[in-house]
């Protein structure tokens, strides 16, 4: 059996499933539960300072459905915690006390002044927790006050503020980011820069997810107004995972410890950002969907996939995917592929075919009989096909073997390696050849 | 009075209020509005798609889904109504397992078709709660058409023809317009009064009017039809019955089962139609499923359906097998009817076993089944036919889009050779005649064919 036991920045816990600081973690009843389900630790809900926060009192989540209204993302408009900061504090310390080897790390947020910083984390420190998690990236509502991600956009607040915070405490501190920027290296170069001990991405990204057509407003929708709110769920996985990525092959960041977060909502979900860099990931929209019996299927795919690999531990799946994540340039452009459609698993839809006939290469010919088959002269192994295809492993990339001739180019394919730096139409590599 | 199923003879109230109205609901309920967007989510949107083609009115199925899925069931009906009027009603009584469902792609993957006729069905229930039929008509031509029969081949004619602008007439024998619709459909398959309210909806484009009580051959000819309009479409049916040739025909409670269903559909309370205790139907096609399936609704204790040859070469679909299986009916095959036996009253039916590859019967090889109520359901045919009309292979002869011998008559539906005798296939031929009367009278016909 594969050892799911993680240490991460020191902090360890039974397994890499942590729930990220959000309402499933706001207070010690749902906490509670969480462990008793199996979470492997909590990031507490953001506190703050007091007079706490408030919160609308209508709707604050929005949606957007997929087939049989499964909640594909998620949208809230919700702030920091609602509740007093001794009540929270209380709570973390109890349940720490009584859950020892969980992972318990607590979310802050407040104003971007040392005084408020240095003075938060002894009370926190107090309470036995094992870490802390600055908050950055809430989008709406906080950082109209100048937190959350008002800070997590400008680097050099994030160094400022990490630099106060690792000078106050001796817990670890990690740096949650925000994804509303347009370059995520520049926040966690800074978050290093400040000494931080790891950085956790993605927080909730800027949106709108629907408009009211009657009332003509934005959902979700209070008095006949709406706003922009945090987007997540499985919708954000794919720009999660970029910014993973990103930071983890960043030769000024590798290295720093990454706590994964952003539609994980599967095992699967889980490995992919171990591979891409994480150390342990942090879940939220996926229990707020299904509740917190999720993570036995978590917990039971990560551990047979792995035995099934023979990764004997969490930290040696951890950044394996990383190496091969490369830029554009870099690729091989001697690599060539053909899709091919296997006709006993072909149910006759024409997806493909429509799909490649109207928008690509017309590569796809439908013959009598509905059959269809692959035109290698036209085809660029561009993969359309495949996406839309609703038979899983109906239609394959097969790359063609160095020394076949790719009907569509009349070119030999060759052996070699052979990138875009290097390219005849590259006007750049020209230069440097010249 | 209070009888069972166990009561002898031929008898009415063999079951209790709510049995009936149990038996004689819905057969497939609506579906609710979040099972239709389940449904409709399964939907590929295929290419060219097989359900289209599969659909004899080839209504497009995809796009109709595709627009109940994003929340507009009545831009769907739209859709289906485009293609056949009578969408509502084909939503309910198509054999969809061998059309549009036996097509889908997903019965290739899974065994599992996307539920074209339920969606079908949510659709168009949804247009048709929205208010009249949404169909204008175009400015009058100033042509008469003449239309014999309101089944279903009459209705889409004369609906497409109101639409273009002609003045329509209806004629139909019978007391109630609908043919089929209102005189033959299980009464299970389109309850609460459906196809009068369809019939009505369809009329509500204006520019029809309707003559029932009025038997073209008794009340007036062809020639006199043709004489008075520009076009006839003739949507007869079929609306003779093969004659048994076994001894005893004449002998109480012997009955085609067309007449059967007609009393059943007409019967406002189902619980004054007589049922034997022990019913044997002859036949192996549609309509004997349905005599027995009703028989046996109606409480008879046994119903068993007796047919002359193999099962695969029934008329009745694998899947109305299984369901008069389900209802309780006996099926039998391999056997052909003798001679009905009792004297003034039927007792019995005497069968000949035959012979599996020829159908001829075994004369060494006979039995009897008891039997106190017996239907025949052995095919029908067109009844009779005017002068100047081809026929052939028992049908009216037909090129193109309903074309007889005669320049100026055109027929569809069961009447006409060609096509499953089916009401989908009866509103495409229809609804084709139509176009092809339109283009004929507004000169666009001679055009194209020059
Ligand atoms: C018992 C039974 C069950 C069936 N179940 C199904 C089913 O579930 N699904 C399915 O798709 N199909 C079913 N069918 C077949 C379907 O009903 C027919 O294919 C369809 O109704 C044919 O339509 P039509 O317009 O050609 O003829 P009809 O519906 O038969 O209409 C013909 C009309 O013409 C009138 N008429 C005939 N002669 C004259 C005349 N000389 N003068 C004036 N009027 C005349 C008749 O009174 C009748 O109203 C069933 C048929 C039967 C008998
Ligand atoms: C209702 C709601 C409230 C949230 N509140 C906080 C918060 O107080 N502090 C925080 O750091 N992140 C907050 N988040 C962001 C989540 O912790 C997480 O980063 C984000 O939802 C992405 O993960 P997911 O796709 O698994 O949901 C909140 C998310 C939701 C849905
Ligand atoms: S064949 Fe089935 S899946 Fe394809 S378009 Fe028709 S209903 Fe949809």
């Known amino acids: 059996m594969a050892d799911l036991t993680t240490e991460f920045v020191g902090i360890r816990s039974p397994n890499p499933f942590w729930l990220a600081s959000a309402p499933p973690t706001d207070k010690e009843y749902n906490v509670r539960r969480a462990f008793a389900a199996g979470w492997g630790g909590v990031v507490w809900k953001t506190l703050g300072l007091d007079p706490h926060c408030v919160n609308v009192n209508g709707p604050r989540y929005g949606a957007v459905w997929g087939a049989d209204r499964r909640l594909l993302g998620m949208n809230n408009i919700e702030l920091i915690t609602d509740r007093p900061l001794e009540v929270n504090l209380r709570e973390i310390k109890a349940v720490k006390r009584d859950w020892p080897d969980r992972a318990m790390v607590v979310s802050l947020m407040v104003p971007c002044d040392e005084q408020s910083w240095k003075g938060i984390l002894p009370l926190v420190e107090e309470t036995g927790a094992d870490g802390v998690e600055l908050n950055f990236g809430c989008p709406h509502g906080m950082s109209e006050r100048g937190m959350g991600s008002a800070v997590g956009q400008v680097p050099e607040y994030i160094e400022m503020v990490t630099r106060w915070c690792k000078q106050a405490t001796r817990m670890p501190v990690i740096v949650k980011l925000t994804p509303n920027v347009t370059d995520i290296r520049a926040p966690a170069r800074a978050a290093k820069a400040g000494g931080a001990d790891a950085v956790s991405l993605i927080n909730t990204i800027n949106s709108i997810t629907s408009v009211n057509l009657d009332t003509m407003s934005p959902e979700p929708m209070i008095d006949g107004k709406g706003t922009h709110g945090g987007y997540c769920g499985p919708a954000v996985k794919p720009i999660a995972l970029n910014m993973v990525a990103e930071i983890a092959r960043d030769p000024e960041t590798c290295g720093l410890p990454i706590s994964g977060i952003g539609g994980v909502t599967t095992w699967r979900d889980a490995a992919e950002f171990l591979a891409l860099g994480a150390g342990n990931v942090q879940c939220c929209t996926v229990v707020m969907t299904y509740g917190f019996k999720v993570v036995q299927e978590m917990i039971t795919g990560l551990s047979n996939w792995m035995d099934d690999k023979g990764y004997a531990s969490v930290a040696d799946v951890s950044g394996r995917a990383v190496p091969n994540v490369t830029d554009w340039q870099y690729l091989n452009l001697n690599y060539v592929a053909k899709a091919r459609i296997d006709p006993d698993a072909c149910i006759g839809c024409g997806r493909c075919y429509a799909a490649c006939e109207d928008t690509s290469h017309q590569a796809i010919a439908m013959k009598p009989g509905r059959i269809f088959e692959v035109i290698d002269e036209e085809c660029v192994a561009c993969n359309l096909c495949v996406n839309v295809c609703p038979v899983e492993g109906c239609i394959e990339m097969v790359p063609m073997a160095a020394g076949a001739t790719d009907p569509r180019t009349g070119q030999v394919v060759s052996p070699d390696y052979a990138n875009w730096t290097t390219h005849q139409n590259n006007p750049a590599a020209r230069r440097a050849a010249e | ?450």
């Open chain 2, 1 to 450: 009075m209070a009888h069972t199923s166990q009561t002898p003879g031929v008898v009415s109230g063999r079951l209790q209020a709510e049995d009936y109205a149990r038996n004689f609901c819905d057969l497939h309920p609506p579906l609710d509005p979040h099972a239709a967007l389940v449904a409709a989510d399964r939907c590929y949107f295929c290419h060219d798609a097989p359900c289209i083609a599969a659909c004899p009115t080839e209504i497009d199925i995809p796009l109709f889904i595709r627009q109940i899925q994003t929340g507009m069931p009545r831009a769907a009906g739209r859709t289906i109504l485009d293609a056949n009027i009578l969408g509502g009603m084909c939503a309910r009584v198509c054999p969809t397992e061998t059309l549009c469902e036996g097509a889908c792609v997903r019965q290739t993957a899974e065994a599992k078709p996307v539920e074209i006729g339920r969606l079908q069905r949510n659709a168009t229930d949804a247009l048709m709660a929205a208010g009249p039929q949404p169909y204008a008509r175009a400015a009058s031509t100033g042509f008469r058409v003449a239309v014999v029969g309101a089944g279903p081949a009459g209705l889409a004619c004369a609906h497409r023809l109101a639409l273009h602008g002609h003045d329509v007439a209806v004629f139909d024998a019978r007391p109630k317009p609908g043919g089929l619709n209102e005189y033959g459909i299980a009464a299970y398959k389109t309850p609460d009064g459906f196809a009068q309210a369809e019939l009505a909806w369809l009329l509500g484009i204006g520019g029809i009017t309707m003559h029932t009580g009025v038997q073209m051959g008794r009340d007036l000819s062809l020639a006199e039809l043709r004489e008075d309009h520009d076009a006839v479409f003739l949507g007869l049916g079929l609306t003779g019955v093969n004659a048994l040739r076994a001894e005893g025909d004449a002998l109480a409670h012997v009955h085609d089962a067309v007449d059967f269903i007609a009393d059943l559909r007409q019967a406002g309370d189902k619980r004054r139609i007589p049922v034997g205790r022990r019913v044997v139907v002859i036949g192996g096609g549609m309509t004997a499923v349905d005599a027995a399936v009703q028989a046996k609704l109606l409480g008879a204790e046994r119903v068993t359906m007796v047919y002359r040859r193999t099962r695969d070469r029934m008329g009745a679909s694998q899947h109305e097998l299984l369901h008069a299986a389900s209802k309780g009916v006996q099926v039998m095959t391999g056997a052909a009817p003798v001679r009905l036996l009792g004297d003034r009253v039927v007792k019995g039916v005497e069968f000949a076993a035959t012979d599996p590859a020829s159908g001829a019967v075994r004369p060494d090889d006979h039995f009897v089944l008891p039997a106190d109520q017996v239907f025949k359901a052995i095919g029908q045919r067109l009844g009779p036919a005017p002068g100047g009309l081809e026929i052939a292979g028992g049908k009216i002869t037909v090129t193109g889009p309903g074309r007889s011998a005669l320049p100026d008559v055109w027929a569809g539906g069961d009447c006409a050779l060609g096509g499953a005798d089916l009401t989908v296939t009866a509103v495409a031929e229809g609804r084709d005649a139509a176009e092809d009367i339109h283009a004929r009278l507004t000169g666009a016909g001679r055009i194209a064919a020059e």
